[in-house]
């Protein structure tokens, strides 16, 4: 529910309002319109009528809100949500986030060589996962804590924020003091005890769709995460599962527009799962930037035949490089 001010409402009579929308156990969001002042309501209001809202006299009118996402959702907050990072880096409002590096950290060596080279190509964020799902139990599951510190490593060599993907309520502590910004994985999309968890410790997360969600699914589970109240959230389509088979997932680029039509949140493409092979990540990437996404993740590795994870569809640092050049090439001209 969307609560429209008259202009002259006093700040007086909003918190009482706001005081009595909380005690009725509702999450408040101050939406501030061009010309107009008003309050978004989410959570459960069944039992609140639209006349037990506009008898306030300063109460313009109410507004019900169909969709069943609330706080990810546009209408909430009109404006695009942009995320700043203390390096510099912002995510959403235009700004173009190139999220980059391995399927999982490997070694020292591995995680730092790639490091270097992706931010040499223009890279703003490393990639790399410390704890992976892995369909089948008996495949490399990730270093785990030791790979998170070689994260920090590389970090500290080469200012890159990292993200990494977080897999059980028992690291969030570790992920809130360690990790620049914390990725649930299309796995977990719908782990709502993990999202609720993330969603209150003040670290941006990066929300991976699930292979077989909805894009009201997607907003829904992004609610979740923003209920907590502390964590701003990154979406992230990576593909979908469908009847074709040529390609691991079937890359949704028109979830980018529904998204950033539907949602204030930023939108990141993920070329790499959403293709499943290296020589269509390039195309992919170019499609998701054009299409406007607000940022990419490409999966890089100096040696893909070697990688222990997604080789196949890793590109080497020297093809990111030209990647990452006709990347800046079409931005230029997109902002002409
Ligand atoms: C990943 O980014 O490493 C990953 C496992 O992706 P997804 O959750 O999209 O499969
Ligand atoms: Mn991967």
């Known amino acids: 529910?969307?609560?429209?001010?008259?202009?002259?409402?006093?700040?007086e009579q909003i918190d009482t309002l706001k005081a009595e929308m909380t005690g009725r156990r509702l999450i408040i969001q101050e939406i501030t319109g061009e010309t107009t002042r008003m309050i978004g309501l989410a959570?459960?209001?069944?039992?609140?009528?639209?006349?037990?809202?506009?008898?306030?006299?300063?109460?313009?009118?109410?507004?019900?809100?169909?969709?069943?996402?609330?706080?990810?959702?546009?209408?909430?907050?009109?404006?695009?949500?942009?995320?700043?990072?203390?390096g510099g880096q912002k995510v959403g409002g235009?700004?173009?986030?190139?999220?980059?590096?391995?399927?999982?950290?490997?070694?020292?060596?591995?995680?730092?060589?790639?490091?270097?080279?992706v931010k040499l190509s223009g890279a703003t964020f490393l990639r790399?996962?410390?704890?992976?799902?892995?369909?089948?139990?008996?495949?490399?599951?990730?270093?785990?804590?030791?790979?998170?510190?070689?994260?920090?490593?590389?970090?500290?060599?080469?200012?890159?924020?990292?993200v990494t993907e977080i897999m059980s309520q028992e690291h969030c502590e570790v992920f809130a003091n360690d990790v620049d910004v914390i990725?649930?994985?299309?796995?977990?999309?719908?782990?709502?005890?993990?999202?609720?968890e993330v969603g209150g410790l003040g670290r941006p997360v990066l929300l991976k769709r699930g292979s077989s969600s909805t894009i009201d699914e997607m907003l829904q589970a992004a609610d979740y995460i923003l209920a907590g109240g502390k964590s701003?959230?990154?979406?992230?389509?990576?593909g979908i599962r469908t009847f074709e088979t040529a390609t691991r997932n079937t890359l949704d680029i028109s979830a980018v527009p529904v998204l950033k039509k539907r949602s204030h949140l930023p939108v990141v493409v993920d070329p790499s799962h959403g293709t499943g092979?290296?020589?269509?990540?390039?195309?992919?990437?170019?499609?998701?930037?054009?299409?406007?996404?607000?940022?990419?993740?490409?999966?890089?590795?100096?040696?893909?035949?070697?990688?222990?994870c997604d080789g196949q569809q890793s590109v080497t640092p020297f093809l990111f490089d030209r990647m990452m050049n006709r990347i800046k090439k079409l931005r230029g001209v997109m902002c002409e």
């Open 94 to 117: 235009g700004n173009l986030a190139v999220i980059a590096g391995p399927c999982s950290v490997e070694s020292e060596e591995q995680i730092i060589s790639i490091a270097k080279e």
């Open 183 to 196: 990725q649930i994985g299309a796995r977990n999309m719908q782990n709502f005890p993990l999202l609720r």
């Open 277 to 308: 092979h290296w020589d269509l990540v390039f195309p992919m990437a170019m499609a998701a930037v054009a299409a406007g996404a607000d940022g990419i993740m490409i999966e890089v590795h100096n040696h893909p035949e070697k990688a222990l």
């Open 232 to 238: 701003a959230v990154i979406l992230c389509e990576r």
């Open 43 to 86: 959570g459960d209001t069944s039992m609140l009528s639209p006349e037990m809202v506009t008898r306030h006299e300063f109460v313009e009118r109410v507004m019900k809100v169909s969709e069943p996402y609330k706080l990810a959702s546009r209408r909430f907050h009109p404006q695009d949500t942009v995320i700043e990072f203390p």
């Open 128 to 162: 790399g996962g410390a704890f992976k799902p892995r369909s089948s139990p008996y495949s490399f599951q990730g270093l785990g804590l030791d790979g998170l510190n070689l994260l920090k490593i590389a970090r500290e060599k080469t200012g890159l924020p990292i």
């Open 1 to 11: 529910m969307i609560i429209i001010l008259k202009p002259s409402a006093t700040e």
